[in-house]
Nanobody, 123 residues
Framework: QVQLVESGGGLVQAGGSLRLSCAAS????????MGWFRQAPGKEREFVAA???????YYADSVKGRFSISRDNAKNMVYLQMNSLKREDTAVYFC?????????????????WGQGTQVTVSS
């Protein structure tokens, strides 16, 4: 079992930055790929970024060059640094843990989820 707790969301002006954190419990954290997804009101959950245990990363085109995913296996933590935020980045952001150690972008490939943290970008 893996339990995930996100933090770091909030209200920020367009062009600003936020850093999201995801604290994971469980001894298998370091062997799993981790991902960030987001869900806006009335929309499906969408992929944002993923990272393997060795640090390989992959990003959605909409955030490439603005967001950066990282992890600290010693601390069981995953981070999402979000820069140059836009109004369209407004959503609840979720941290997910995959059953595999490969870069995957679909919701179905993630077995565990946190409760989410709200990010609101104002103009």
């Amino acid at each position: 079992q893996v339990q995930l707790v996100e933090s770091g969301g909030g209200l920020v002006q367009a062009g600003g930055s936020l850093r999201l954190s995801c604290a994971a419990s469980g001894r298998t954290f370091s062997s799993r790929a981790m991902g960030w997804f987001r869900q806006a009101p009335g929309k499906e959950r969408e992929f944002v970024a993923a990272i393997t245990s060795g640090g390989g990363t992959y990003y959605a085109d909409s955030v490439k060059g603005r967001f950066s995913i990282s992890r600290d296996n010693a601390k069981n933590m995953v981070y999402l640094q979000m820069n140059s935020l836009k109004r369209e980045d407004t959503a609840v952001y979720f941290c997910g843990a995959s059953e595999h150690n490969i870069l995957v972008v679909t919701v179905q490939m993630y077995a565990y989820w946190g409760q989410g943290t709200q990010v609101t970008v104002s103009s």
